[in-house]
């Protein structure tokens, strides 16, 4: 079934320890994203993608860092967590970046970090 | 700048009873809007979508919404709930001449049996 996978479902961190999501999608999309999604706050951007090899700030960037070397695949790592970055983190994806494209949306990575 | 307002963080309603679930914009320019259903331990997926044309959109599982320009409103309804649409519902919006989406806050949809 074509779709997002993310991985791992879950995982405990201590802070400072480097941590790397990761999703791939197999629906041949040309943009991904990154969001984190925080009780009251909704989904808040963190990078996003255009396209294979661009990438894009978010609304919170900071902590964080992502790399598109293939369509594929959009890994996103915690250089050093810190417990503020315990959340869920969901990876999606769209035909392109225009306004009106739907977002396909991966099962999401549910991260805590201690 | 732009933002998304949906005014009932959690909606209990009974099964087979109506149910509106609110959710107004702020733009001083045109805009596309979607309604995302998140089921638990679950991604998002599109419910519906407003991007032209009639103002009454019609969305998968019976639900429907009103693009409202006047009132700056989105509102999601379903004419009769069951227990499966318990998920939380998120409202989104994208000016049409730019690309990125924001997402509101959510309102939990519980529906009792």
């Known amino acids: 079934i074509a779709g997002i996978t993310q991985a791992p479902t879950s995982q405990i961190l201590a802070a400072g320890r480097r941590m790397t999501l990761r999703c791939t999608q197999d629906?041949?999309?040309?943009?991904m994203y990154w969001y984190r999604q925080d009780l009251g706050l909704g989904l808040r951007l963190i990078h996003y993608?255009?396209?294979?090899?661009?990438?894009g700030k978010g609304e919170v960037p900071d902590g964080y860092s992502v790399s598109r070397a293939n369509t594929d695949d959009f890994p996103l790592t915690l250089a050093s967590a810190v417990p503020s970055q315990t959340s869920v983190y969901f990876c999606?994806?769209?035909?392109?970046?225009?306004?009106?494209?739907?977002?396909?949306f991966g099962p999401g990575t549910r991260l805590t970090v201690l | 700048a732009q933002s998304v307002t949906q005014l009932d963080s959690q909606v209990p309603v009974f099964e087979e009873a109506p149910v509106e679930l609110r959710c107004n914009y702020s733009?001083?320019?045109?805009?596309?809007l979607f309604w995302y259903v998140q089921y638990p331990n679950q991604g998002l997926q599109l419910l519906l979508k407003?991007?032209?044309?009639?103002?009454l959109v019609k969305g998968i599982n019976g639900f429907e919404a009103e693009f409202n320009k006047s009132q700056t409103s989105f509102h999601l309804r379903k004419p009769s709930v069951h227990i499966s649409d318990t998920a939380e519902y998120f409202c989104?919006?994208?000016?049409?001449?730019?690309?990125?989406?924001?997402f509101g806050p959510g309102t939990s949809l519980s529906v009792i049996p």
């Open positions: 999606a994806s769209s035909d392109n970046r225009g306004s009106y494209n739907e977002q396909f």
């Open positions: 629906m041949r999309h040309n943009a």
């Open positions: 993608s255009n396209t294979a090899g661009t990438t």
């Open positions: 733009s001083s320019v045109s805009v596309y």
């Open positions: 407003y991007l032209s044309g009639s103002t």
């Open positions: 989104a919006v994208v000016k049409t001449s730019y690309d990125k989406v924001i």
